[in-house]
């Protein structure tokens, strides 16, 4: 099947820092790609949709200049959390849609854990 | 706006019993419908993906069904195993361009040996 990577799986990072997580689509090629965020014990919350060069769409109450997100090629999206705070401190996804697959298969990275002190 | 539901939060049963979960959504247009599977820590491992003109899709173990009308999908998994154990996820894609998913909360399974 298809794979989607992250990078990196983990990070530790101090209050104020900024932090650059990417998403590739390994073996497809994907004009669109989701960024999910998943806090503890509660299911993954849609943040914004990135499209091959394009602006991103966010949902509503995710700010766009904070998560900043760079759709630049067919495989590769990178979500920058910029003046991280400790309540940024999640577990963030990314989902890659596969062009040539079936219609909105969507496949999923493996996650980073992002923790903010 | 879609809200998908899942029942029961959480369900602990003995190995080798069928079991099923249960997901529910508001809105009846969908055009699609996954079930995935998450590990602790981990993402997401896609299970099974009904399209809105299908009524059910199986893969080994598991079977998943929908129904559209009531706004209904279960995944049944047959003679579970402690390997099974996971938190199993709904998500509901809309009609339209777009086509972001909607999860549910999730329903946590143990599986004792």
């Known amino acids: 099947g298809a794979v989607v990577s992250q990078h990196p799986s983990w990070v530790i990072c101090k209050s104020g820092t900024s932090v650059k997580i990417e998403c590739r689509s390994l073996d497809f090629q994907a004009t669109t790609m989701f960024w999910y965020r998943q806090f503890p014990k509660q299911s993954l919350m849609l943040m914004a949709t990135s499209n091959e060069g394009s602006k991103a769409t966010y949902e509503q109450g995710v700010e766009k200049d904070k998560f900043l997100i760079n759709h630049a090629s067919l495989t590769l999206s990178t979500l920058t959390v910029t003046s991280a705070h400790p309540e940024d401190s999640s577990f963030y996804i990314c989902?890659?849609?596969?062009?040539?697959?079936?219609?909105?298969?969507?496949?999923f990275g493996p996650g980073t854990r992002l923790t903010v002190l | 706006k879609q809200e998908v539901t899942q029942i029961p939060a959480a369900l602990s049963v003995p190995e080798g019993e069928n079991l099923v979960l249960n997901c529910s959504f508001t809105d009846s247009a969908i055009y699609n419908l996954q079930w995935f599977r998450q590990d602790p820590g981990k993402g997401l491992t896609s299970l099974l993906l009904?399209?809105?003109?299908?009524r059910e899709q199986t893969s080994g173990r598991l079977n998943a069904s929908l129904d559209k009308s009531s706004g209904r999908s279960t995944l049944y998994i047959a003679a579970s195993q402690p390997g099974d154990s996971a938190t199993y996820l709904c998500a509901a894609s809309p009609s339209g361009s777009a086509r972001q998913l909607t999860f549910g909360s999730g329903t946590q399974l143990t599986v004792l040996p």
């Open positions: 989902s890659a849609r596969d062009l040539s697959g079936r219609d909105n298969e969507q496949f």
């Open positions: 009904i399209q809105s003109s299908q």
